[in-house]
């Protein structure tokens, strides 16, 4: 049963997959090419600290990019099923906890293969790029962090979805708890503030780093 | 024999079956040995539910005007002439009930009613005479 | 097992004025059962109830002798279910269709699918979002009929269908129904439809049942009397047969009964009142006339 559960998920949404797992694999690639400025003749070591910042909200963004993706990866678990207010598997014969369980798993199943595009390609970026001095990579930390967010959006988003008919509602509730996300810690505007949302609702950017030792891969 | 039910006619479906089954036989219509449609035929055919044929076939069979051949369906019995006629008189007269139960509905008093019967019945007799 | 499905107390608020209330629908085991009511009584909510789509907020469900409430999925297997509207997502071809929900179904039929495929002209490789309503009615019935379920529920499968659909439609739901001997619940607003099928009604309005009955029975129950307006007539109360309504007529009055039998003719004679004719109705008269006794539904709220 749960190969059919994978098996419709592809037919219905591979494209969406496909595009997903784009996004994850640019990150490590668009760290790499940011690197490459950082690193390019004549920049000195005081200048390095300027340029880590920009580094790193440019980070912040594609970051975004792959909690948006996990988050509407989720979100779309329902689909287009349902049919005035009641969803069609719902009435299928199988147990709802069961049918939940297997949508669930298979979504998170698929989620596999954007994670696995972003491991690798953070491991080959790491290997590949002259790191300056100073400068420390942890692919496989970010690789986890990345799993680890992945994981918890996606399934903050399946939940919602299960939860609330209209898509578009999902994606504004997701759209404004990002958006303060974002905007908080990218500004400043509240330190001690942001430092908690960035927690909360991130994983965190910065606080993971010092917490629990994870890191982006190519941080200062 | 083609039967036909009119869905919304005081008569239940079953006895509208019944009735022009009657009549078929009493008419001359079918004979005896004919074959009727199965019950999934008739209630396709019909579209009515199946559970309404079978109770038509069985108050047919009950009252000895059909009988049932295991495996092979349902079939006209055999029929005295005496019985015909009774079955004729039967049928006819099932028809006057729903006519004038349809007139009263209308509003018509009985000897308006008499009155028209009377009236047709002497057109149609002049119709029969002309041919 | 005398009874196919069984429903007892069931109950679910939906909406501060709409609930549906302690509700006990009994469908013999074989019945083709119709479930009448205007739109927005709660016909559609009941069914869902029943297939566990819904959580009753209490009562008890046995369908095919099983506890539905404990063993939903159970009973679903057994259940033919054809949805107001077709739920398969529109991804899906009609044979992907055909193949996902064999899956789920143990008693799923191939060759029998394969064969109603066929006889309902379905193009297997279109979109079910491509579909005519025509179609997807079918292949609502065709999901409904492949596994061979001994119940089927059906919520308001023809609305929409043209005429030639809706022929076909109930053409196939007869013969499965001929062939296997299964129950059927049909819920249905148009009253005409059921007039040929059904022959066991329940009227539900406002969220409760009203009548349970007989088809036949319902249709001899209701009457419509012409009274004569000679003598003072009596009150409602204390006649041996409910009154639903009474319209006032140049020298008599037309009066909606419920209950009615032949041998009270001679009761109301004994008070005086002038029964001149007792007519017959057809299923939408006797319908409307029992809602209308029940008052203006914008009444209650």
């Known amino acids: 049963m749960i190969r059919e559960f994978l098996w419709v998920e592809w037919e219905r949404r591979r494209g969406m997959l496909l595009l997903v797992t784009a996004l994850y694999a640019a990150v490590p690639l668009m760290y790499l090419a940011l690197l490459g400025g950082v690193t390019r003749p004549g920049a000195g070591g005081a200048?390095?600290?300027f340029q880590v910042d920009p580094l790193q909200l440019t980070g912040l963004t594609l970051v975004l990019g792959v909690v948006l993706s996990a988050f509407a990866w989720g979100a779309g678990s329902w689909g287009d099923e349902r049919r005035g207010g009641w969803v069609y598997a719902l009435a299928l014969p199988i147990q709802r906890t069961h049918l939940f369980a297997l949508r669930y798993l298979a979504?998170?199943?698929?989620?596999?293969?954007?994670?696995?595009?972003?491991?690798?390609?953070?491991?080959?970026?790491?290997?590949v790029a002259s790191v300056p001095t100073g400068m420390?990579?942890?692919?496989?930390?970010?690789?986890?962090?990345?799993?680890?967010?992945?994981?918890?959006?996606?399934?903050?988003?399946?939940?919602?979805s299960a939860r609330f008919e209209h898509p578009w509602r999902i994606v504004a509730i997701a759209a404004a708890v990002l958006l303060v996300a974002a905007t908080v810690p990218g500004f400043g505007v509240f330190p001690g503030l942001s430092r908690l949302v960035e927690l909360v609702a991130w994983g965190g950017v910065?606080?993971?780093?010092?917490?629990?030792?994870?890191?982006?891969?190519?941080?200062? | 024999m083609l039967l036909s039910v009119e869905p919304s006619s005081p008569i239940p479906i079953y006895a509208q079956i019944v009735s022009q089954v009657r009549a078929a036989v009493a008419s001359g219509d079918v004979r005896a040995g004919d074959a009727l449609p199965s019950v999934r035929q008739l209630a396709t055919e019909l579209r009515v539910n199946p559970n309404t044929v079978a109770q038509a076939y069985r108050e047919l069979e009950r009252e000895g005007i059909t009988y049932v051949q295991r495996g092979q369906g349902t079939f006209i019995a055999e029929m005295d002439a005496g019985r015909k006629t009774a079955e004729r008189e039967a049928a006819?007269?099932?028809?006057?009930?729903?006519?004038?139960?349809?007139?009263?509905?209308?509003?018509?008093?009985?000897?308006?009613?008499?009155?028209?019967?009377?009236?047709r019945v002497a057109l149609g007799a002049l119709a029969d005479g002309a041919k | 097992m005398p009874h196919a499905l069984l429903t007892r107390g069931l109950a679910r608020r939906m909406a501060p004025d709409f609930a549906v209330r302690d509700l006990s629908l009994t469908v013999p085991t074989g019945?083709?059962?119709?479930?009448?009511?205007?739109?927005?009584?709660?016909?559609?909510?009941?069914?869902?109830?029943?297939?566990?789509?819904?959580?009753?907020?209490?009562?008890?469900?046995?369908?095919?002798?099983?506890?539905?409430?404990?063993?939903?999925?159970?009973?679903?297997?057994?259940?033919?279910y054809v949805p107001e509207r077709l739920g398969i997502p529109g991804w899906m071809t009609v044979a992907r269709a055909l193949r996902h929900h064999a899956v789920f179904f143990p008693s799923w039929s191939r060759p029998y699918a394969e064969e109603l495929l066929l006889r309902m002209e379905l193009p297997a490789d279109r979109r079910v979002r491509h579909l005519s309503k025509g179609q997807a009615g079918k292949l609502a019935l065709l999901l409904a009929l492949a596994h061979r379920p001994s119940l089927l529920i059906l919520d308001e499968p023809t609305d929409g269908l043209d005429p030639v659909a809706r022929r076909d439609f109930t053409e196939l739901l007869l013969e499965y129904v001929a062939d296997t001997g299964a129950t059927a619940l049909i819920s249905s607003h148009l009253v005409h439809e059921l007039e040929r099928v059904a022959d066991w009604i329940g009227v539900i309005d406002r969220g409760?049942?009203?009548?349970?009955?007989?088809?036949?029975?319902?249709?001899?129950?209701?009457?419509?009397l012409r009274v004569g307006t000679g003598t003072p007539l009596p009150g409602a109360d204390g006649l041996p047969f409910d009154v639903l309504a009474r319209v006032q007529r140049p020298r008599e009055e037309l009066w909606s009964v419920r209950g009615w039998e032949p041998a009270m003719g001679a009761v109301l004679a004994e008070r005086g009142v002038e029964v001149r004719g007792v007519v017959d109705l057809d299923l939408e008269d006797c319908y409307v006339e029992l809602l209308r006794g029940r008052g203006d539904p914008e009444e209650g709220r």
Do not use: C, H
């Open chain 1, 136 to 160: 420390y990579a942890y692919p496989g930390s970010f690789s986890s962090w990345a799993a680890l967010v992945s994981w918890f959006l996606y399934t903050l988003a399946f939940v919602l």
């Open chain 2, 92 to 119: 006819g007269e099932a028809l006057i009930a729903r006519m004038v139960d349809e007139a009263f509905r209308l509003g018509l008093t009985a000897a308006e009613v008499l009155e028209m019967v009377e009236r």
């Open chain 1, 107 to 127: 979504g998170l199943a698929w989620l596999a293969l954007p994670l696995l595009a972003l491991t690798a390609l953070s491991f080959v970026a790491a290997a």
């Open chain 1, 47 to 49: 200048q390095l600290v």
């Open chain 3, 208 to 224: 409760s049942l009203v009548v349970e009955t007989p088809l036949e029975a319902f249709r001899r129950s209701i009457k419509r």
């Open chain 3, 31 to 80: 019945a083709v059962y119709g479930l009448l009511g205007p739109n927005g009584a709660g016909k559609t909510t009941t069914l869902r109830l029943i297939l566990d789509l819904l959580r009753p907020d209490a009562g008890e469900v046995e369908i095919l002798g099983v506890n539905a409430r404990r063993y939903p999925a159970e009973a679903r297997r057994r259940i033919g």
């Open chain 1, 206 to 220: 910065t606080p993971l780093r010092v917490f629990w030792g994870l890191e982006l891969p190519f941080g200062s």
